[in-house]
């Protein structure tokens, strides 16, 4: 069965960097493309970053663009999220998220069950 | 980039019709999709494309697309309904998603 696993949350001070991973199985990874999206405490869900099947392609949102860089190493199963200069509006629950796009209609089936980042002075 | 705009809030009584909607620009060129989130849990996908619903979800749960809104429809809402709902679809630019604010829904 399809299993996404989040792991690298921590509480950190304002300014540090953070390497958040998600690990995959049950399906084959390398033929899908990976989404990171993100939570704060109490509010809605924020898309962040995705990354085509074979890493060639990765896209921000505007809000993270320049401090976030999205990564996969298809041997180990494994997308990355990097985050430099952390703020404390960056504090959240962050998913990793495998997208289906079957005939072009596209949708988040499998999700990671998060893990918790906290900015904090 | 585009916007996805959901109510913020609707209640619904119990075994009666509830209709969450979701309006962008975006949604007239691209099918949406919906997830529910309950508290502490990581959303769920429970309606995508043209009305499409994945396996295990109940069939009170449907999706229908006019102009720029689309819609999630649950027909005889549960107690366990009451949750939290997000649309979520592709950007005007092509290659990043957005997701809607969010409805949370009560059920009286």
């Known amino acids: 069965q399809v299993h996404l696993m989040e792991s690298g949350g921590d509480v950190v001070q304002p300014g540090k960097s953070l390497r958040l991973s998600c690990a995959a199985s049950g399906f084959n990874f390398n033929s899908f493309i990976m989404h990171w999206v993100r939570q704060p405490p109490g509010k809605g869900l924020e898309w962040l970053a995705v990354i085509s099947h074979d890493g060639s392609n990765r896209f921000y949102a505007d809000s993270v663009e320049g401090r976030f860089t999205i990564s996969r190493d298809n041997s180990k199963k494994m997308v990355h999220l990097e985050i430099t200069g952390l703020k404390v509006e960056d504090t959240a629950v962050y998913y990793c998220?495998?997208?289906?796009?079957?005939?072009?209609?596209?949708?988040?089936?499998?999700w990671g069950q998060g893990t918790l980042v906290t900015v904090s002075p | 980039s585009s916007e996805l705009t959901q109510d913020p809030a609707v209640s619904v009584a119990l075994g009666q019709t509830v209709k969450i909607t979701c309006q962008g620009d975006s949604l007239r060129t691209y099918y949406a999709s919906w997830y529910q989130q309950k508290p502490g849990r990581a959303p769920i996908l429970v309606s995508y494309g043209n009305n499409n619903r994945p396996s295990g979800i109940p069939a009170r749960f449907s999706g229908s697309r006019s102009g720029n809104t689309t819609s999630l429809i649950i027909t005889g809402a549960q107690a366990e309904d009451e949750a939290d709902y997000y649309c979520n679809c592709r950007d005007s630019n092509d290659y990043h998603m957005v997701f809607g604010g969010g409805t949370r829904l009560t059920v009286l």
């Open positions: 998220a495998r997208l289906d796009r079957p005939r072009n209609v596209e949708y988040f089936q499998y």
